[in-house]
């Protein structure tokens, strides 16, 4: 299993960026797949995510409006376009896959990226 990110690095305030995750060695399309970010000394944060069929995903109340998640689930591919960035969105951002059966996830089942650096000036 292989999750890679891209897409990071420095921009100014009120600038996008458009981060991605390319999956590898599972099922894509079975899989939630979802945003986090961490701040060093701070606990991971979730930033949304999106189940496997696609659709509409949802955020943290932080991002919400100015984020968006979306998949292709035929580039086994995760996405996330960051518009009107603040400087609190400074983040390490990590991408997460997870295998989840209605409403029960299954931690042995539950995999990471190896995270991308967003950098916001203000």
Not at 36 to 51: A, S, T
């Amino acid at each position: 299993v292989q999750l890679v990110e891209s897409g990071g690095g420095l921009v100014q305030s009120g600038g996008s960026l458009r981060l991605s995750c390319a999956a590898s060695g599972f099922t894509f399309s079975k899989y939630v797949m979802s945003w986090y970010r961490q701040v060093p000394g701070k606990e991971r944060e979730l930033v949304g995510g999106i189940i496997g069929a696609g659709g509409s995903a949802n955020y943290v109340d932080s991002v919400r409006g100015r984020f968006a998640i979306s998949r292709d689930n035929a580039k086994n591919t995760l996405y996330l376009q960051m518009n009107s960035l603040k400087p609190e969105d400074t983040a390490v951002y990590y991408c997460n896959a997870m295998y989840c059966s209605g409403y029960v996830c299954l931690p042995q089942y539950d995999y990471w990226g190896q995270g991308t650096q967003v950098t916001v000036s203000s």
